[in-house]
Structure formats: structure tokens, C-alpha cells
């Protein structure tokens, strides 16, 4: 409901001061906590999220903008813009993925706030693959995997190792340094655990989870074509998230089940663009709803192919909102420019008017 | 081009302090002014505007959020999300329209700034009416209409008296008071006018421009049905927006030569919806760009349908994001949140741990 005018613009100050108090750990467990019962509670009555939309192309630099609207039914709008551009580490020493999320107001249309999306959006794709791990992987699972070591990867493994005893880590990344110093950016994390250098094969053959998060370029992808590995490897797929770009091979694809995050962008942008309707299984929500035990699932292969879903984003955004609100944290401005009179456009501008009216 | 990871926030106190500057005629005209320009000048290969897309609903209280995004291709990607609730004024004592605009560099995804749309709408929508009017409108017009007293009135009047030697000004609403207030509301403009309380008939009898900005519901329109008029009436048509909201009658739309700023969504929203599509006029932009005379729009029976088109976004949230760095307003944030290494999305809370790294 509508309290105030003001605007709440929660900077990376505040979210560096908002993860300092509450600590890094906490906040990724909350998450965790939140997602799941956002999960389980989902409803397509209370909950809409038509499939994100955006511009994309090839000049200047392979990119795209797109935004990820979802509404809860009575309550908010929340929109996330994120910006997708491979070249921006090389070319400007920024992030691949720039982001920012905004609620507003489904009462009124007001702007409640707007918070970074570009840790927003690392921490709740960890936090999925976390839970969707614990849906469909081994539930003894030590054993690590992670293909792709730029900026997502740290969260993969900060998220799994809140929900599972890791005792092992191989890696690989199509950079070496990118493999060196993944080990230093996972230092406050407090594993007690040494990363190994690996490479594709030796990681599918031995990981009981493996996470995918490249940016191999669309049309060049899978990752791999021959495998080995354990019956019940279960792989999230993260970085599949553009028309043509995939990691995983049909074959491994084809003898796995494969679970979107949101079925409708998954068949567009995910590893599901190479499925036909009938190989790919229930979505997400369905399998964390569903009654049966997903033991079945957590013996077999088994792939997430998380795309994004802007439930996450919901979730995320309106958990930094609501530690901000506890804090203190963020700061208010007037955003939208109007008068006390509400036919007054140009109302602020002339107060002295208003003696003009009878 | 990618200069610097801040954000510029424009509020509302900037968009005051830039108005008090610049002066309010002077910033009307410096719009209508970059407003012709970019439509002379739209070409679709550098311009893609997507038709907007949004949440509606009827409960709590009837309203929508949209999205409207349009890409200057190789340069920057504008998103205004706008909220429409008619409720607003009567629940909260806040506009029916609430919006900001958003700008995203396309090289790199960054949130350039962020601009109240609610002001600069209002603004860009007179200023469209007044550029359909010079297009369409008698060029000798002496004596506008208005239909609706809200808040577009104040600068629709603005915007027409800027292009057109106003001597007679007859107003309507169908809430006495919006009348009574109108022409306190107008005073800063100083213009030469007292403004006449009126009724539609009358209003479609005498003008030679009338410009609808009413908030009639959802299948309760048209306006008015049967009338006399002037052989040249031109009707600026502002108020439709929503799906089944129409000003103007079949009768009259049938009889006049109809041009809508963006066919694709005039009829979704707009009173093109009335209109088989033979029945259509050029859109705007073509008008604009035609090498005929506009002599026979002038001398007929002509309608402007303003749903509102991006590009009017776009143009007005530029116009205000130069005032801004020209006059050092806006404040500048760091809104994304990420540390010097890209790859390291939890960097900048452990700065410290850069040296465990080799």
C-alpha cells in the first residue's frame, strides 16, 4: 500500500554494509530459506511472470539489454534490467552482466525502490542451483565440479557449500588465470578445502554435481561431446542465456532429466533450444510442488537449466529491501517530480501560485 | 561509450532547479525543437521501438504498469515504466500517471541515469500534441479546446501556446472544480487568456483545436456522440491508453483523417481500436517525413491519436540528462554492485583478501 513518495535507492554501499552486518553466510542461507518458500508457495494466481524481452545485438560489441517483469498479484511490480556484453571485462574491466532492480507499487505505480542487480543476481543464481541441487542431486554429494571460473562460479560454490558437505573441487576455465585465482576469490568463504585444477573430462568423470557458467559464444557450444561419468551426476547449467548459446551435448541432454527454471525462456535461450517438448521434464516449481519423492531424480542424471527466472529476482531484490529497511540503510529521494496538487504539473515549480487559487 | 560506473539519479528537486534555470517556456520550446528533429530524422535502422507491454489489472484498484523501451541503436537502450491508476488523486493525493526513465548504455549494459517520468510525460506529451498540431491543425488556429482539466491540460495549453496565436481558451470537465482550478494552474504561463468554462458541445462547435485528455473509464466512451464543428477541427485524442478506453465517437473518427503516433499500439489502447485499418491514417512520423503538403490535413477534419510512443521518451529524458550535466545537477551513485575484479562478485567486501592473491 502506498506510505510515501520517497523512493529508496539502495546503492553498493548499502549492500556492502548490509552483508557486513548480517554476514555473508547469513545472507546466502536466507536466501536460500526465502527462494524455497517462494517455491513452495508459488501460485500462478497470486504470481505473473511473462517471458523476459529485450534488445539484442552484435554491434558495437555482442550484447544484449533485456528486462525480467514479474508481478505479485496485489502487491508489486518488479522489474530487473540486466545487460549481457561478454566484451565488458576485456574492454572496460566491468562485469559481463550489469544489472539493477526495481519494485514498484501495483496500488499506485509508484517506485518503491531500486537495488544493484549485478550481486543481486550472482547471489540468487547460486542460491537456485543450491536448491535445485537439492531437489535432483545425490544427496551424499562431495564431490564438486565447476566448469567456467569467472564471476558466477563463486557464488555456485558458496551456495552448494551451504547445503552440501564438499570435500572436493576440480575446475577449469579456458583461462588460466581466471583458474588461478578463483582460489584467493573464494578465500572469506572459509572452505576447508583446496581447489584442483582439472579439466573438462577429468570434471564430468568425477564431479557428483557440476556447474556450467561460460560465456562461450553462441553457435559454439557444448562444452564437451564424449563423457564418463557418475550415473547419478546431476550438472546446473548456468550459462546458457542467449538464442543459440548452449554448453551441454544433446547426448548427455537426452539420457538426463532436464529440469527448466521457467520452461517458456528455457526453450528459447537455454540448454531446453535443443530438446523437442517431450524430452524435457517438469519445470522447477513442479518438481520442488510435487508430492512424490525425487529420489528418482537424485539417482539418475539430471540437469538445471537455469536460465534466470525472475521469481529469483523478486525474492532477492525484496530481501535486501527488507535488511535495508532494517538497517537503515539506503537512501530516500524524490523521484518522481510532482506538486500537492495532483493537476498540477508544474505545481513545485511556482508554490507561490497557489495563492492565486481561490 | 562506457565513461564511468556511476549512476546519475535527476529528481525532483533537480528537475526543479533545471526548470528555474532554464526557464519553463525555454524548456518547452528547446523539447518541441529536439522533438521535430527526431522525427524528421527517425529511420528504423536507427531507431527499434518495440510495441510496450505491461501488467493491467482491476483489484486492489484498477490500474497498470507498463514497460515501454526503445533502443537508439549502437548507443543506448530507454525503458520508462509507467504506472497508471485514475484512482491516485482520490485515494492518495498523488498523479494518476507515476513514471521515471531509465537510460542503459548499449556497449555495456550500465544504468546511465534515471529521470522522474512523470513531469517530463506530461511535458512530452503537450509537446507532441502541439508538433501534431502544426502538422494537422489550421495554421491561422486561434481557438483550443479542452476536454479533461487534469494535469495534461496544463500542458497540452502550454505546449499549443508555443506554436499557436491563442486568443480563446474553453474549457470542460465533468469535475467543477478541475475547471475552477484550471486557470490558477495555468497562470505561471502568462498567457494573455481567460480561460471560458464550457461543454463539449460548445467546445466541438467553436475550436479549431481540441485536445481530450480525460480519464473516462474502460467501455464507458466516447465523449460525445452527435456534434457540429468547423470543417478544419483538428483533435488532439491524449486520453485513451488502456484497452477499451476511447474519447472520440466512430461517427466522427470515420469522417476525419486519423494519424496515430505508433499504429501498433494506437489500436490496442488508443481510438484507432474503433478503426478498421484502411480506415487509418499515416502514422505521425511518416506525416512528419512526407514531401506532400499537409494543405488538405489543414483544411479537413483531422485527429492526432497520442498513446504516447517511446521515442517521446527518449527525446525528453536526453533533453533533461543534458540540462542536468550541463548545470552539474543529479547525484551521482554507485548503483551496481561489484569490486575492481570483475570476476570477483564478492570483492568488494573483502578487499583485504586481494592479498592472498599472487
Known amino acids: 500500500m502506498f506510505k510515501s513518495r520517497e523512493t529508496i535507492i539502495i546503492d553498493s554501499d548499502a549492500i556492502i554494509q548490509i552483508i557486513k552486518t548480517i554476514g555473508l553466510h547469513q545472507v546466502m542461507e536466507d536466501l536460500i530459506f526465502e527462494l524455497r518458500e517462494s517455491l513452495v508457495n508459488f501460485s500462478e494466481k497470486e504470481i505473473e511472470v511473462p517471458a523476459r524481452s529485450g534488445f539484442n545485438y552484435k554491434k558495437p560489441f555482442l550484447g544484449l539489454v533485456e528486462w525480467m517483469p514479474v508481478m505479485k498479484k496485489g502487491h508489486e511490480v518488479i522489474i530487473k534490467v540486466v545487460g549481457y556484453h561478454p566484451d565488458n571485462p576485456k574492454l572496460f574491466k566491468i562485469p559481463t552482466i550489469l544489472s539493477t532492480i526495481s ?5 499506485t505505480g509508484h517506485l518503491n525502490f531500486i537495488v544493484d542487480g549485478v550481486l543481486l543476481t550472482a547471489l540468487r543464481t547460486g542460491a537456485s542451483s543450491a536448491l535445485a541441487s537439492q531437489l535432483m542431486a545425490h544427496p551424499d554429494s562431495t564431490s564438486l565440479g565447476i566448469i ?5 562460479s563463486v557464488t555456485q560454490i558458496h551456495a552448494l557449500s551451504r547445503l552440501f558437505d564438499l570435500k572436493e573441487i576440480r575446475i577449469f576455465d579456458t583461462d588460466p588465470s581466471a583458474m588461478k585465482s578463483l582460489q584467493a576469490r573464494i578465500a572469506p568463504l572459509d572452505l576447508p578445502i583446496n581447489l584442483e585444477f582439472s579439466d573438462i573430462d577429468e570434471i564430468i568423470a ?10 562461450i559464444a553462441p553457435e559454439k557450444g557444448p562444452l564437451f561431446e564424449h563423457y564418463e561419468c557418475k550415473p547419478h ?16 551435448p544433446l547426448s548427455f541432454l537426452r539420457k ?3 529440469c527448466p527454471d521457467f520452461l517458456e525462456q528455457a526453450v528459447v535461450e537455454g540448454e ?3 530438446l523437442a ?7 522447477w516449481v513442479k518438481l520442488m510442488q510435487s508430492k512424490e519423492s525425487h529420489t528418482a531424480y537424485q539417482k539418475c ?4 537449466d537455469s536460465t534466470g527466472w525472475a521469481l529469483e529476482d523478486l525474492v532477492v531484490a525484496n530481501l535486501f529491501a527488507d535488511y535495508a529497511e532494517k538497517l537503515g540503510l539506503g537512501e530516500k529521494v524524490n523521484l518522481e517530480s510532482y506538486s500537492a496538487d495532483e493537476k498540477n504539473p508544474y505545481g513545485m515549480l511556482y508554490s507561490s501560485a497557489k495563492s492565486l487559487q481561490k
Not at 519494485?103 to 496500488?107: M, V
Not at 567456467?148 to 558466477?152: K, L, P
Request: glycine share 10%; aromatic share 6%; proline share 6%.
Open 103 to 107: 519494485s514498484y507499487d501495483s496500488h
Open 148 to 152: 567456467g571460473c569467472g564471476a558466477q
Open 206 to 215: 568425477t564431479s557428483d554435481i557440476v556447474c556450467t557458467a561460460t560465456s
Open 233 to 248: 551426476l546431476h550438472i546446473n547449467a548456468v550459462g546458457a542465456d542467449f538464442p543459440g548459446k548452449i554448453e551441454l
Open 256 to 258: 538426463a532429466k532436464v
Open 272 to 274: 531446453c533450444q535443443q
Open 277 to 283: 517438448p517431450e524430452e524435457i521434464g517438469p519445470s
Open 301 to 304: 542424471l539430471s540437469v538445471f
